[in-house]
């Protein structure tokens, strides 16, 4: 059966959707993902606005502001959730791991 779309989100899409916690452009998204994990997860150009293009399909983003070509978006309330919901599913997962290992893998 295939995965539904956006049933868990790839690091880029967990990125993408916490940049725009607060509202932002495209450009903006570019220098923040890499600066918030540290330069391991980046996004390309065209991998970013085909995202915020689904997102917005979703309804998980909304477009707030148009200036020539450069556009700013901001999460909606279901892209909230989405996003809750991927972290408590991130979570659990850490949660599993740390029961199988227990503290010896802490360090």
Same mark, same amino acid.
């Given at each position: 059966m295939p995965r539904l779309k956006f049933q868990?989100?790839?690091?880029?899409?967990?990125?993408? &959707? +916490?940049?725009l916690k607060?509202?932002?452009c495209g450009m903006d998204i570019l220098d923040r993902v890499p600066a918030m994990t540290g330069g391991r997860v980046s996004v390309g150009s065209g991998t970013l606005y085909? &995202? +915020?293009e689904q997102f917005l399909d979703a309804?998980?983003?909304?477009e707030t502001r148009v200036e020539g070509r450069r556009r700013s978006y901001v999460l909606?309330?279901?892209?909230?959730?989405?996003?809750?919901?991927e972290y408590r599913r991130i979570a659990a997962q850490g949660e599993d791991y740390r029961r199988v290992f227990?503290?010896?893998?802490?360090k």
């Open positions: 868990t989100l790839t690091e880029q899409m967990f990125y993408v &959707l +916490l940049c607060n509202e932002c085909n &995202l +915020l309804g998980m983003i909304r909606t309330e279901a892209g909230v959730k989405r996003l809750r919901e227990g503290e010896e893998e802490q």
